[in-house]
């Protein structure tokens, strides 16, 4: 009987494995009975969001006519969004998260005989989307461990399988990666958009852009200039800290956006949430302070980690790859008993690491000792 239900399903969503998100607090506390559970599994801002999105949304609410549909081009978001990397707003595409934006490349760009190409231990959404499509997945092997970007993409494999398979319609970096941390240098990213056709899409994954160094970033409208084939897309879910209010976007060639826009929903943002967007590219200040607070911490985090012994993949991005030598999952388990909820990377075949969102100072701290209390 459950036969005759899944008969006409896309074969490739029935071999699908539904994407297992962090853990939520609530659920730890209700399944576990811990008390004052502590959340870094899902890269999430500990400073919360900015103040000034907090004031003018409570304003909204009490003002806003909620029967009303939202403004389904996102204009004003746009226009803001377009003053701040000087481009045209029809390059501007808005998504329900950066995973909307995901889907919609994948419902554009891939289906049966065409692949997307992504690099092993690459953002797990990619594959989802891949084989949703009942496209064919390319994987290419990783950077080894003991690379300087140890698990991190390896752009020579990939441009060498680009090569290797005319099929790909397209290709997805991100930077830095999740769930390694590991990033690509504009040099680096600038020779493989070089070697790329031009049929090819790249989309370019920068969801924790904000957090890396300043030096390490390209120039993106003049790569966006001379590759109309590139898509870079960014998200307000992590260093703006807006990840419940689902707001990301993509930037490329209008052709690009033309082709996103026929496929996104209608109203795929919200009021609230294009309002909350718009608001948090203003404040500046509490951009810098997130981003000082991840870089200190994070650093901090990581020397101690080093120092119990464990293997913490380099990172510009705001949580560090933690590597026990063995199976990480009664590590995983212990933490959790405790009121600690990271991240086990075993669907990433990663299965030795665990992946540390960094949080307040209290929050790492908290996780450092409960870690030293679970590794005995
Ligand atoms: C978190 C994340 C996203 C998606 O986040 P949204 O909340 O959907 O914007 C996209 N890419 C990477 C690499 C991420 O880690």
């Not at 995901?102 to 065409?114: H, N």
């Not at 970096?173 to 493989?192: D, V």
Request: net charge neutral.
């Amino acid at each position: 009987m459950s036969q005759s239900l899944t008969q006409h399903a896309a074969p490739g969503v029935l071999s699908l494995e539904a994407y297992s998100p962090g853990m939520p607090i609530e659920e730890l506390q209700r399944r576990l009975g811990v008390a004052s559970a502590i959340k870094l599994a899902s890269n999430e801002n500990p400073l919360g969001c900015s103040p000034s999105v907090r004031a003018v949304l409570s304003q909204a609410l009490t003002g806003a006519d909620l029967a009303r549909y939202p403004d389904g081009s996102g204009h004003r978001l746009k226009a803001r969004l377009a003053q701040k990397h000087q481009i045209d707003p029809a390059c501007i595409t808005l998504g329900n998260g950066s995973n909307d934006i995901i889907e919609l490349l994948g419902r554009v760009f891939l289906g049966t005989a065409r692949a997307a190409l992504y690099s092993q231990h690459a953002f797990a959404v990619y594959s989802i989307i891949t084989q949703a499509q009942d496209a064919r997945a390319i994987e290419v092997p990783a950077l080894p461990a003991d690379a300087a970007q140890p698990y991190g993409h390896d752009l020579t494999a990939m441009a060498a399988a680009l090569k290797a398979n005319p099929d790909v319609a397209l290709v997805f970096l991100a930077n830095p990666n999740n769930p390694t941390g590991t990033w690509l240098t504009p040099e680096a990213i600038e020779a493989f958009l070089q070697q790329v056709p031009p049929q090819v899409i790249v989309a370019l994954d920068e969801a924790y852009d904000e957090y890396m160094d300043p030096a390490l970033r390209g120039n993106m409208r003049g790569w966006l200039q001379r590759y109309p084939n590139l898509v870079v897309f960014r998200t307000f879910s992590k260093a703006y800290g807006l990840a419940s209010l689902r707001v990301g976007y993509s930037l490329s060639s209008p052709v690009v956006a033309d082709l996103l826009n026929r496929v996104r929903q209608p109203f795929n943002n919200n009021s609230l949430a294009l309002l909350a967007a718009e608001t948090a590219l203003d404040d500046e200040a509490f951009m810098a302070e997130s981003v000082a607070l991840n870089t200190r911490e994070r650093a901090r985090l990581s020397a101690e980690l080093r120092a119990l012994g464990l293997t913490v993949l380099p990172s510009q991005a705001n949580f560090v790859a933690v590597g026990f030598g063995r199976d990480a999952k009664p590590i995983h388990q212990g933490l959790l008993e405790r009121g600690v909820i990271v991240r086990p990377l075993a669907s990433y075949a990663m299965p030795d690491f665990l992946r540390i969102s960094v949080g307040t100072e209290a929050e790492n701290t908290r996780f450092l000792n409960t870690l030293r209390d679970v590794l005995g």
